[in-house]
């Protein structure tokens, strides 16, 4: 078993986003499932009908951590969120089934699966509109795989005899929940006479309303630990934090940050990468299979020079919020160490008032006293947070998929044919030839005209060549060019054939579910900058990538 657990928490936020950027930032969970969590506008998209634009709701967001909401159409409705540390998000696999019969606004079916291994983990908040009547029948009226190890947790808002205190009323819908969870096999994590609820008052007794249970199949495992109930780790106003460990049948190992391609150029070492690049000889080229290889030895020149100059690129190193100080760190710990009650309100409310007082000074220090690098970056603010993982798919009529390998043989059949038909280069209504006529080779001008329009900062694809660099090749070796193209065009032959193809969903689109239209791909070839620039130079379209 392995020696590094994961630690899960469950809390109740009370819709308090600065609360839970609190959380997140200082939390050593690795997994927080949020009940009530802030949702709100994070980005307002430009709209054709509406001049204040259209709101685009979201969660609290910290970067070091990966956000997991359920699919839904109103923000007010949502109540449940999962956070996942951000590099444990890149070792586990991940699914979220919003389509699964116990998915809804309520509550979160998530499976987490490390090679052979799944735990699946749902999310429940029990919203209680009328005290007669429950909102839990998608959750009666599902079931769980009594296969996977499952672990059930969330706030059920319900008083039960088998776990609230004795001076509690029963709930009405207490008996079928609790039937529901007998006939799924479930057990029962919270010790006996352990409050998850306190409001702090008087007049107000302490609750058990915040429920931990595993089935039978994680129960004989054996890989989950004993349920933590804690008010002093939690900074909720009234709920406790609920902690366990789940360890893993094997050790886990955290993957790394991927490895970026493309270098951190310095254009004050342009001269020295000139001196290193400019000697390199060029082969010569004779035919196809030449000419492939004077691209490939372009490509390899170029990635050699600057490797010797520049350090490869890295992937930030995320650190949370930015505008987190010391006061902020100091006004948490007083939350902590308050003791519950009243005394914890106030500590509370001084958070909050810090929090506030310390994003506003950031926010001003960041605009005013500033430089145009972080102006720039401002003025991106407003496309808002990408998406990191796509969208259920409706790979076929009344049936959709948010398996990984399900929606990219989707994708591959959608945008990719598996037989390409015959097509005659002659056809019947073709018009009358025109005479022959001898075929101009490029010019070195008309290279260096293609360049000067181009910018440095587009993506350089998985080669990491980007504009900069070609500019700078050119400049040393305009030869190296003209031979390749002027060759490339004499030839027939498209020296670049591979590339990356990546599916980014269109702005805007309401279901992403419904039909691919809303989806597009883009290519990043084996040196996409090299290869746009082709196109740019001898207005001829890649015809064989694949």
Known sequence: MSECPIQIMSVNMNRQSLLTHSLLQTTTADILLIQEPWIGTVQTAQS???????????????????????????????????????????????????????????????????????????NVYHRTYDKPHHNLLHLLLSGLDPLLPTLVVGDFNTHSPIWSFPYTTTSPWATELVTWFDNQGLELLNPPCAATWDSGRDDRQPSV????????????????SPLLISFDGSISLDHAALSLLWYPAESIAIAPPPELSGFAIDDLLMESWLKLFGPIKAPPISNIPTLIEATRHLHDDIDLASLKIFPKC??????????????????????????????????????????????????????????????WEAAAWRKGRSIKRIPPLLTAPSHSTDDPHDMCEAFRQRFFVAEHPHVSPFQPDDPPPLPTRNLLPITQLEIAGALSKTSNLSAPGISGINYKLLKWAFQSRPDRFLEIFNAAISYGCHPWKEALVVVIPKPNKPDYSVTFLGLRRVHFSFSTCLLSLSHHVTNYPSISIT
């Open 209 to 224: 309303l915040d429920l931990a249970l595993i089935n039978e199949a994680a129960a004989i495992s054996g890989q989950i």
């Open 48 to 122: 054709d009908s509406d001049p204040l634009g259209t709101a685009i709701p979201g969660a609290t967001n910290n970067n070091m951590w990966e956000c997991l909401l359920p699919s839904f159409t109103d923000p007010d409705l949502v109540r449940i969120a999962c956070y996942v540390k951000y590099d444990l998000a890149r070792t586990f696999s991940i699914v979220n089934h919003t389509t699964h019969s116990l998915s809804s606004v309520e509550s979160m079916v998530l499976d987490f699966i490390f090679e052979e291994e799944i735990l699946r983990i749902v």
């Open 314 to 375: 890295r992937s930030p190193d995320p650190r949370g919020v930015r505008w987190w100080n010391q006061d902020c760190a100091v006004a948490l710990t007083l939350v902590y160490s308050s003791g519950g009650g009243q005394s914890k309100k106030d500590a509370i409310r001084y958070l909050r008032r810090t929090i506030a007082n310390t994003k506003r000074v950031w926010a001003h220090e960041f605009l005013h006293h500033t430089t145009s690098d972080n102006l």
